[in-house]
Every structure is written in structure tokens, then in C-alpha cells.
């Protein structure tokens, strides 16, 4: 069964860069710009893990975190987020708003596929 | 990564224009916290991306910028001025670092150490060292045999509510070496109160790996907040390998308990006591269920290689099979027979592992999809079911273009332009779906769109331009589609259209009839097209039934084959619509000989092979029906293309050719007359 | 090595008496007249198939293919194996000749130009002619002789 993957950044070329290498490693990548964004692509369908950023226009990761936490069906689903070295303080807001891991940029795709196998097959 | 960099390029230029005019709104309202967060937000987003697509330059220097509204953003420092015109500065220096030049000019060098002492001395003269290359690699694996550690995993009970599952942890861990993992579940509690959330479950796990204590520890990243993680070295012998260990490991294995490390750490310090272990085979297999090799990669070439051999095994065989059969002897007929049977088994298991899922392909199909949908302005859905399905290798391989074709003309052709769905009332995002499934021995790929279907006026005038179809008669829709797949329906000028484009599906079907595919094709007008491809199940090697036509040889796929009957002439009856009703049962039928239209063949009694596809049955006469034979199914080569019922040759025993019949075809012509 | 180029090897054979040769650089092998399986229904030049050393090689009746009348298959009947380009790949075929008789060699430069009058068989096939020990030869192109398919059959 192919994995769906949620990736939520407002950068496009971050976007890109997670779509390329999951699509290749033989995922299905949606992609969401920011937190509002990302929630159309949770609905109506089976999302398998979410990778999002924190910093975002409209909905921060944080509460996008929070969010999926509370829909039925996603409360078990893992989520990464993309953080830097300098942020620490953030590490420990997003998990407690219970995410999963982390993973810290700038990343190449093996760092990415590593963190990522941590939490789904 | 070009790509990567040149969006991130034009990403950034973005960000540096939105910057600019965030900060000419600062200087009109120096106080404005929102704004301070957007142009702390904006360099934080310039600096990773900088770093991720190697633009380390650009990266660098926007962390001391970003340094600097850190503190502005804490209240630490004042918006003044000055500050405004050194981060105006840096900005035009941003976009000269964008250019990514291998050195810089020397104009642009001297402007670069004036504006970074400005910013220094914003940070307080605490020099902002230039951040180094982020350490990208993350194992840098020891070149030492490796270590034995034993590590104890205790997650706490709830770690599963953020999504965390603890035992891809353990496999990660596990997969990096060789090791043996015993699970606890001390603290289970009654049923009633047990919490199906809920983890009770703690590992313990010894291992002989390369991975450094650090490394290990980086397993457990998400989750050593929420865990108790233990890790203690045992050296670096490898005490799985241990006589005592595995004795210890024996004596405790049926027990809840836990091991005693102190027990473990004392046998393992008398290097003396370890001794190699001989019967390591049985002892792997008893102890370490969990980690023997599932899966290993094989060249592809290999397994073409292991193919090719034993497609010629098989004919040796054959070769071998007729020899004995002549010579009788029963020494040779008991020692032909078991070295067929192998032969066979071998057959099987190198057909079996030649074979792929056909979702391999969908990241080609779902990237094709949105790019060349995101290019023609269309926003199209790409779903897929059943693509796990398993198809040969090399099947897969002549299909892909096939099927990108087709999905090209779902895109190019099939879904319409938004505006148009909506006045269509359509939802504006179009579909494609792909789904595979096994019909019998077939694999059938439906490839569909929600599109504009098939223009039968389009089709009939080119049909009758192209002198496919005179226009006189009366087609239904579904056989107006159908001309599309006519040969010589798409001219050659629009085969060699760019790009593959608008490629016609006459010549996608010729394509699939080469490995013996077939295409079918419906379609309604404004709901959409449906083109299904159907696919031989086994390329290379099928039982078959050798038969004689006309003096010369022909094999049948044996699971085709319902039943053979021997008939008497008479009981054909004088039918003229040639339908014989065999066990209650009506089935068309034909003479091979018509079929191939050969000169008739005069006797009594006739075999008849009652052959099926789906649900449909058709009989076909042969002259004789000779017996088993396992043929390695070879193609007659594009010199024989559009052959309509031979779907391949193999050589027999003695050398000569047999040509395979392509009996789905031939059912299909008999139940559509 | 410009000076090697211009020497070719090339063998002469017959089809409905007239006199061919070809470069043997483009032929594999020579077989002795093998047993061929008709395939039904297929182009009346498509002789049939054979085995090649555990490959199906399929036969060109070349004298149907060049519309020369009368080629009978004889004890001196052979098949020439060669590799010919269609759809952009490589394929082995076998042509089936009267009989092959020699082998010279020829100077690139002798080759004479194909006359415009007076030659029975399709030029377009031909390379041009070369006299050899007091007889004409025509020169045949293989590649050509096999373009015309090429040319329907392409799905890129």
C-alpha cells in the first residue's frame, strides 16, 4: 500500500525538495503551503504521516499540530516537522503539542528518509 | 538538484522584495511587533533554504541579520535608523549573494566586510561567528568491527499518542546489526483497565552492531524525553557469537525476567570464555528470528541472466524428454523424470521472482500527471488501486510507455480546461485513475479520466479520411470508438509529434500486442474515456499443449484449456452458425485449419479443445492433440507483427519451431461472430 | 586505415538467376538450408521461422520480397543470417537465396553507378553494381531493403 505523505512549508522550493525525494523513495506526496492549507488535504482522505514546518503565514506548525491532534481520525498519525539547529525552545512547544520527531535543516534526502523511517513504514 | 536551486533562486528573490518593503513599513512604524516577526520569519526562511540548496553564502550571512532581529524581536534592541540602512544594505548585498558567483568581485568584497562590521556591532561586538557548514552527513559509520551493546527501550505507556510507533525504533535498531530482542510486558494491567492506546511493552535488546553509542542513542531521538534508555557497551566482541551467552541466553529465554547485566558484562570480561560458535546456523535460526535477511536487491541484468538460462534449461529438457522417451530405459526414465520435475520448480521460482508491482511506476505516472496537467493549466487527480498487482519485469518495462501515452491523452485530450468542467457542471479538478487487478491469467490495467470522452464526429471523418471506414454503414458508438485502434489510424506525421504527444492509440495497441497484450477502449461522451490493457500474466515460460495442425506443431497455454473432447463428425451436426453444444453448454467453434485457412482435413473423429477467457468459451478442431510441453515462449520478432493469432514460437526438443496460439484472441473473434 | 576502408569483402549469391552480392561485413552467418515453420496468415514474402541456436530467427523469401518470379527452394537454397535496423533496433533476419557461390574483394571506387535503363530489379535497394571475373553483380543494401517497413512502425 502506497504511503500518503502530508508536506506543509511555504516554501516552495522545500516543497519541491521533500515531494522529489519521498515521491522517489515511493510515496504519495500532497503538499500544503501552510496550516490552513494543509487542512483540505486531511479531510476525505488517509493521510499516513504529516511533515510540516513552523514558521507559516497563515497557521503556524504549532497549531497545525494541535489541530490534527484533535481530529478522531488523525490523532495517532506521526508528525514531523522541519526545524533548525537554533530553535530548541521550539522542539519542545511542537512536542508537546504532540508531534512526533524532527527534523532539523537543511537536510539531504537521506537525512529526511531517516527520520521519516522512524516513524512509518 | 539545478532545479531545486533555481526555484529556490526565484523563491528568494521573493522573500528579499518582501523584505524590502517589510522594512520601509518598519520605518514608518518602528514598534510594529507583527512586522519585526514577518522579517524574522522572512530571513529564517532565506537562511534554510540558503543552506538546503547550497547558496551558503547567502545562508551565512542572513543568520547574523536574523541575529540581530532575534534581539530586536526580544525587545533587546531598538529599531533605529541605522539599523534600517545596514539591513537595507544587506539586502542589496542578499541579491548579490544570490547570483551564487564562485568569487566574489572585489567591490562587492569590500562591501560585504563593511556591512558585516555594521552588523557585528549591532550584535553587541560579540562577534557573530560565520556559522560553519552544517555537518550534513550523519553517519560517518567507524571502520571497527563493530561493538555489543545492550540496550534497555522502556517507553512510557502513552508513547504512542503522538503518532510515535516504539517498535519501527527497535527494527531501526535492530536492521543495523545482528541482534536479539526480548520483549517485556511486566506492567500489563487487567483487562479492564487496560488502555488499547496505550504501550506496556519494553524491549530489551543486545546487539553486535557498527553503529556508535551515539548513533544509537540517535534512534531513540524522538523519544528519550518520553523513555527510559539505557545503553551500556559490552566491548567489542561480538557476544552474540558467545557459547555462555547463548547458554544464558537458553536458560532465560522462556522467563519474564530481565537480564542480569552483571551476569552478562563478567562473562563477556574473561575473554577466555568466548568461544566461537559452531553450530551457528541452527542457533541463528532458533535465536534471532528477527533479524535474518528478508529481502535482497539483485541486479536486473542477473535476473535476466537467470532467465535466459533457464528458459534454455527448459528446452534442453524438452530435448532430454524426447530422447528418453525413444531409449526406454528405465534408469534414464526415473532420473529424466525427477530432473524435470526441479526443472520445473526452477521455472516457476524464476518466473516468480522476475516479477514487480506495477505501483513501481506510479511516481513516472503521478509525475507526468501533474507536471504536464500544471503545463496545459488543467488540475487533475491521479488515483491508483490494485497497483500492487505483479506483473514480469520486462513486461513492466514495454508497458511504461504504453500507458504514459495513454495517460498523455487523458491529459492533452480527455480532462477539459476548468472552465469548461464547470459549465459542463463538473467538478473543476479532473480524474485519472489507474487500477489493476488479475482476471484469470491476465493482468488487466484500466486507465480512465472524467474528461470529455472520445468526439465520434472527430473520429468517423478522420476514419474516412484515412480510408479506415467508408461512411456508409451504420456504426454504434462503441464501434466508432474502436476505430481509433485501427492500424494506420494516426498517420505517421503525428506519431513523430513532439514530445510523444497526441501519439495515437493505434499504435499504444500495437505496442501491447507485441508481448501479446490487448486493448479495449469505451467511452461516453462527457463522463469519459476508459482504456483498458490486458496483459499477459507469463511472458517467458508456460505449460503448454503441443497440437498439430496441418503437419506442423502449435502449442496451447495449458490453463487456458477447459476440455479436450474427441467427437465423432457427425456429432458437429450441419450447423451453419457453428455452435456445439458440449455438457449443456453452447460454444462457438472453429477449425484451426479455417482459422489459418489451411486446405480442410478429412476424419472421422475430431479433437476439439474447449478453451475459456473470463467467462467466455470457444472450441477450437486441431488435427491431433500430442501432449504436455513446457515452452519457453519466444517472440516471432517485428518482422511478424500484427499477427493476429500467433502470440510467440518456442523451439522443441528436436529443433524445430512450434508457434503458440493466442487462444484469447481467437475466443474473442468466435464470440464476437 | 582511410586506404583498408575502401577494400570490401563480399559475397556473391543468386535469386531467380539473376547475380546479387552483398558486404559481408553485414552478414552473421551463412546457413545450410534449416527447417522453417510457416507462420499462418502473415506476408507472402515471410517465409517462416527457424532456430537459431535457440533463438527464433524469422525467414525473408527475398526472390518474393524483390518480386522476382520463380524462386524455388533447392538443396543449393541457403539462408543468409543478418542484422537489419528496424524501429530504431537491431534484428537478426534470414534471407533466403538460390544458392551463395563466392567470395572477393573489391575496391570501394570500382563500384560502378546504377544504370538508368535496362536493369529489371528495384534500384532503390541497390548500392550500384561491380563487375567481377567478367560478370555484374548487383550490390545490395540491406538496411534498405528493410527502411520501407521501418518507416510505419514507431511508437516514440
Redesign the interface.
Known amino acids: 500500500m502506497q504511503k500518503n505523505v502530508l508536506i506543509v512549508d511555504d516554501s516552495e522550493s522545500i516543497r519541491e525538495v521533500v515531494g522529489f525525494t519521498l515521491e522517489n523513495a515511493g510515496f504519495n506526496v500532497f503538499a500544503g503551503v501552510d496550516g490552513k492549507d494543509a487542512q483540505k488535504f486531511l479531510d476525505g482522505r488517509r493521510i499516513d504521516l504529516v511533515i510540516t514546518d513552523l514558521h507559516m503565514p497563515e497557521m503556524n506548525g504549532i497549531e497545525l499540530i494541535k489541530v490534527i491532534r484533535r481530529m478522531a481520525t488523525y490523532s495517532n498519525v506521526p508528525i514531523l516537522f522541519l526545524t533548525t539547529e537554533s530553535q530548541v525552545e521550539k522542539k519542545m512547544e511542537a512536542k508537546d503539542a504532540g508531534a512526533t520527531g524532527w527534523i532539523i535543516k537543511p537536510f539531504v534526502p537521506a537525512k529526511l528518509l531517516e527520520a521519516i523511517n522512524k516513524v512509518i513504514r | 538538484m539545478d532545479n531545486f536551486q533555481k526555484k529556490f533562486r526565484e523563491e528568494a528573490e521573493d522573500l528579499v522584495n518582501g523584505l524590502e518593503s517589510l522594512l520601509l513599513k518598519l520605518d514608518a512604524d518602528k514598534n510594529n511587533g507583527s512586522i519585526i516577526e514577518e522579517i524574522f520569519r522572512t530571513m529564517h526562511s532565506l537562511k534554510g533554504g540558503g543552506a538546503m540548496f547550497g547558496f551558503n553564502a547567502v545562508s551565512d550571512f542572513t543568520h547574523n541579520l536574523e541575529s540581530i532581529y532575534d534581539l530586536v524581536r526580544a525587545g533587546k534592541l531598538a529599531v533605529s535608523k541605522e539599523l534600517l540602512n545596514t539591513t537595507l544594505e544587506s539586502i542589496d548585498l542578499i541579491k548579490i549573494l544570490l547570483e551564487n558567483k564562485p568569487e566574489l568581485s572585489q567591490n562587492d568584497k569590500s562591501l560585504f566586510t563593511e556591512i558585516e562590521a555594521k552588523i557585528n556591532s549591532f550584535i553587541g561586538g560579540e562577534k557573530s561567528t560565520t556559522r560553519k557548514d552544517s555537518n550534513f552527513i550523519a553517519h560517518k559509520t567507524e571502520v571497527t568491527d563493530g561493538t555489543s551493546y545492550y540496550i534497555l527501550f522502556e517507553p512510557r505507556p502513552q508513547i504512542m499518542n503522538n503518532g510515535t510507533n516504539p517498535l519501527y525504533l527497535v527494527d531501526e535498531l535492530v536492521t543495523s546489526g545482528t541482534a536479539f530482542v526480548k520483549a517485556h510486558h511486566l506492567n500489563l494491567p487487567p483487562l479492564e483497565k487496560l488502555n488499547p492506546l496505550n504501550c506496556y511493552t519494553s524491549w530489551e535488546i543486545v546487539i553486535f552492531t557498527k553503529l556508535t553509542e551515539e548513533q544509537i542513542r540517535d534512534v531513540f531521538l524522538f523519544v528519550e524525553d518520553e523513555s527510559h534508555i539505557l545503553i551500556d557497551n559490552l566491548g567489542k566482541t561480538n557476544i552474540l557469537e558467545s557459547l555462555k551467552f547463548s547458554n544464558y541466553l537458553n536458560s532465560i529465554s522462556e522467563s519474564t525476567e530481565y537480564f542480569d547485566l552483571q551476569t552478562l558484562t563478567l562473562k563477556l570480561n574473561n575473554a577466555d570464555d568466548i568461544e566461537q560458535l559452531t553450530f551457528k546456523a541452527d542457533y541463528k535460526l532458533n535465536a534471532l528470528q528477527d533479524n535474518q535477511i528478508t529481502s535482497i536487491r539483485v541486479d536486473s541484468e542477473k535476473l535476466d541472466n537467470l532467465m535466459n538460462l533457464v528458459s534454455?534449461l527448459v528446452?534442453t529438457q524438452a530435448a532430454l524428454n524426447l530422447y528418453t522417451e525413444a531409449n526406454k530405459d528405465p534408469k534414464l526414465l526415473q532420473i529424466n523424470e525427477s530432473l524435470e520435475n526441479i526443472t520445473r520448480h526452477l521455472r516457476d521460482l524464476a518466473f516468480n521472482v522476475s516479477l514487480l508491482p506495477i505501483e513501481t511506476l506510479n511516481t513516472r505516472f503521478r509525475r507526468l500527471v501533474r507536471d504536464l496537467g500544471a503545463d496545459l493549466g488543467k488540475e487533475i487527480e491521479f488515483e491508483t488501486t490494485g497497483t500492487e498487482t505483479e506483473l514480469d519485469k520486462s513486461i513492466i518495462q514495454s508497458v511504461t510507455?504504453?500507458i504514459m501515452?495513454i495517460l498523455r491523452n487523458c491529459i492533452d485530450h480527455g480532462i477539459e480546461m476548468p472552465a469548461e468542467r464547470t459549465k459542463k457542471g463538473k467538478p473543476a479538478k479532473g480524474l485519472i485513475k489507474l487500477s489493476a487487478n488479475y482476471t484469470g491469467n491476465t493482468v488487466r490495467i484500466i486507465i480512465s479520466d472524467d474528461g470529455a470522452g472520445i468526439n465520434e464526429e472527430a473520429v468517423l471523418a478522420k476514419a474516412i479520411a484515412n480510408d479506415l471506414f467508408k461512411g456508409t454503414s451504420k456504426l454504434t458508438h462503441e464501434e466508432i470508438v474502436n476505430l481509433i485502434l485501427l492500424p494506420g489510424f494516426s498517420t505517421?506525421k503525428r506519431?513523430?509529434d513532439i514530445s510523444?504527444r497526441g501519439?495515437g492509440l493505434d499504435?499504444?495497441k500495437?505496442?501491447i500486442t507485441e508481448i501479446r497484450g490487448d486493448l479495449e477502449i469505451k467511452s461516453e461522451p462527457n463522463k469519459g474515456t476508459s482504456i483498458t490493457i490486458i496483459l499477459p500474466l507469463t511472458l517467458s515460460i508456460i505449460d503448454g499443449l503441443l497440437i498439430d495442425v496441418n503437419k506442423?506443431k502449435y502449442i496451447v497455454q495449458l490453463s487456458v484449456i477447459d476440455k479436450i473432447y474427441a467427437l465423432d463428425k457427425n456429432q458437429l451436426g450441419n450447423t451453419k452458425n457453428k455452435i456445439i453444444i458440449l455438457d449443456d453448454e453452447q460454444i462457438p467453434y472453429s477449425n484451426l485449419r479455417e482459422?489459418?485457412?489451411?486446405e480442410p482435413h478429412n476424419t472421422d473423429i475430431i479433437q476439439m479443445l474447449v478453451v475459456k477467457y473470463e467467462n467466455r468459451k470457444a472450441a477450437i478442431i486441431v488435427d491431433d492433440v500430442l501432449g504436455e510441453h513446457q515452452a519457453v515462449v519466444?517472440?516471432?520478432?517485428?518482422?511478424?507483427?500484427g499477427?493476429?493469432?500467433?502470440s510467440?514460437?518456442t523451439?522443441l526438443g528436436d529443433?524445430?519451431?512450434?508457434?503458440v496460439l493466442d487462444t484469447n484472441k481467437i475466443i474473442k473473434q468466435l464470440s464476437n461472430n | 586505415m582511410e586506404e583498408e576502408e575502401e577494400i570490401k569483402t563480399y559475397l556473391t549469391f543468386t535469386l531467380s538467376n539473376e547475380l546479387f552480392a552483398a558486404n559481408v561485413a553485414g552478414i552473421q552467418n551463412i546457413l545450410e538450408m534449416p527447417?522453417i515453420?510457416?507462420?499462418?496468415?502473415?506476408e507472402p514474402y515471410?517465409k517462416?521461422?527457424?532456430?537459431l541456436r535457440?533463438?527464433?530467427l524469422?525467414i525473408?523469401d527475398t526472390g518474393v520480397k524483390f518480386n522476382l518470379p520463380g524462386s524455388v527452394v533447392t538443396k543449393n537454397s541457403a539462408v543468409l543470417v543478418v542484422k537489419i535496423m528496424?524501429?530504431n533496433?537491431m534484428?537478426d533476419?534470414g534471407l533466403l537465396v538460390d544458392s551463395v557461390s563466392e567470395v572477393f574483394e573489391y575496391n570501394k571506387e570500382d563500384i560502378i553507378e546504377i544504370p538508368s535503363v535496362g536493369v529489371t530489379f528495384n534500384t532503390k535497394y541497390l548500392d550500384g553494381f561491380v563487375k567481377y571475373k567478367g560478370k555484374h553483380y548487383m550490390l545490395l543494401n540491406f538496411d534498405k531493403v528493410f527502411a520501407d517497413?521501418a518507416?510505419?512502425?514507431?511508437?516514440?
Open positions: 534454455e528446452t510507455d504504453p501515452h505517421a506519431v513523430t510523444g501519439v499504435v499504444v500495437r505496442k506442423y482459422i489459418f485457412e489451411f519466444k517472440p516471432l520478432g517485428k518482422l511478424y507483427r499477427q493476429d493469432f500467433i510467440g514460437a523451439i529443433g524445430t519451431v512450434a508457434l | 527447417l515453420t510457416p507462420v499462418p496468415k502473415s515471410m517462416g521461422v527457424s532456430n535457440g533463438s527464433i524469422p525473408i528496424l524501429d533496433e534484428i533476419a517497413q518507416k510505419q512502425n514507431v511508437l516514440r
